[in-house]
């Protein structure tokens, strides 16, 4: 099959899930025998421009007229199967799915998060579940300055999901949604349901799993607000005044809350804040953890880290909201704290390292439930089966829905209205 992948890379300054899941994919697709070409832009790149091609990087964010010839010309010329669109803000544009409509090749998404409905993509405001702009208009958001604080760099934004809302959604053949979770907020917004098929993301085998009870419990992703930094800090805070759990807490991160974080750590036995780390390291750093944690405030479309622990026999303590509902088994992958409360974020910090044979045996859980749901041999087959759905040009089909109850979530799977954290 012969696959081209459009994304626009965020900048290399901050870890990023997206840009490691395409790296994957593509990793993947060319291992089983299938060619596959980029098509990128670098966020990066920006910094380089001239001061007028930086202030017209706004203007670019609804349509990008260049992307679009550029692309069908490419197209018309390599002829590929199928065009897998990830990011394309703020260098691509919709105008990608323009392209591929003039050169007649199907398009597929994959939606890392939720900006099909919401501007800023993450179904939050102030810290707490903001669903106002979901099936209705952007302009809450825009009031709001949803956007880095800033009502002016969330207008680019809001003007290009007003413009391009009905462009997505007749444009791509087959939405790839990361959780169930995510498919049924975009489903309740309006989004054409028959094209919303959950894919999610897979792992790679890390090569190394825990051995022993492990030896500390780990923060790693991005140190921002919306990842809980702040309420594992005061979780942390509330842990330590009570004697502590016997095992130090690991940061490692980049972010806007990097000073505020190194400045808490700092002077203290308990905390070990260790900056950036390399694929290499983090997964060793995974692999001699008592627990991941992932105490997201917004509701996360995916949640790579509890996926990375699976892989390596780790359980995950996270939000029990978003898609970690259906990620992480409460009791069995890992434990679920109440999502905000640090109080509830402490006590699960406790039980986890507190009971080592419970904790071994959601370890072996979490490796048996990657095993079934997450390796690349599934993760292949999903993506391959959606690249062919697409071709064939169909919108709906799929194998029937399992039962809610179910733990083990198949590709179809549907998600109970009341896992919405948005709706409570």
Not at 43 to 51: E, Q, V
Not at 394 to 409: A, N
């Amino acid at each position: 099959m012969h696959v081209l992948v459009v994304h626009n890379r965020y900048a290399s300054a901050q870890p990023s899930g997206e840009n490691k899941v395409v790296d994957q994919e593509v990793a993947l697709l060319r291992g089983a025998g299938h060619r596959v070409e980029l098509f990128e832009r670098r966020s990066d790149d920006i910094a380089a421009r001239s001061l007028p091609g930086k202030a017209a990087v706004p203007l670019l964010v609804p349509w990008n007229p260049g992307v679009r010839a550029e692309l069908a010309a490419r197209l018309r010329t390599e002829r590929p199967d199928v065009v897998h669109v990830h990011n394309v803000f703020p260098l691509l544009s919709p105008a990608v799915l323009a392209a591929c409509a003039d050169a007649g090749v199907p398009a597929v998404a994959t939606l890392h998060n939720y900006t099909q409905v919401c501007p800023p993509g993450t179904l939050q405001r102030d810290g707490r579940p903001c669903t106002e702009c979901v099936g209705s208009s952007p302009l809450p958001a825009v009031r709001h300055g949803c956007y880095r604080n800033s009502r002016l760099a969330t207008v680019p934004l809001a003007v290009s999901l007003s413009v391009n809302r009905r462009r997505w959604w007749s444009g791509v053949e087959r939405f790839f949604c990361i959780s169930a979770a995510q498919r049924h907020v975009l489903v309740r917004a309006g989004m054409p349901a028959e094209r919303l098929a959950v894919k999610h993301n897979f792992v790679p085998e890390p090569g190394v799993r825990r051995a022993g009870a492990g030896e500390h419990l780990l923060y790693l992703g991005r140190l921002a607000e919306a990842k809980g930094v702040r309420l594992l800090m005061a979780a942390w805070d509330e842990i330590t005044a009570g004697g502590g759990v016997g095992v130090p807490l690991v940061i490692a991160g980049a972010g806007p809350l990097e000073r505020e974080v190194s400045a808490w750590a700092a002077g203290r036995d308990d905390v070990r804040y260790v900056g950036l780390y390399d694929p290499a390291q983090c997964r060793q750093a995974i692999a001699r953890s008592v627990a991941v944690v992932a105490p997201s405030t917004w509701l996360e479309a995916f949640g790579l880290v509890a996926v990375e622990a699976m892989a390596a026999g780790v359980p995950a303590v996270a939000a029990g909201h978003g898609a970690f509902v259906e990620l992480v088994e409460d009791g069995v992958t890992g434990l679920l704290h109440q999502p905000g409360e640090s109080a509830s974020l402490a006590s699960c910090l406790r039980r986890i390292t507190a009971e080592p044979a419970g904790n071994r045996a959601m370890g072996q859980a979490a490796r048996r439930r990657y095993e079934q749901d997450f390796s690349p041999d599934v993760g292949l087959e999903r993506l391959v089966d959606g690249y062919r759905t697409a071709i064939a040009g169909r919108s709906g089909g799929g194998d029937p829905l399992p039962p809610v109850g179910d733990t083990h979530t198949g590709s179809w799977r549907e998600q109970p209205r009341e896992r919405d954290g948005g709706s409570r």
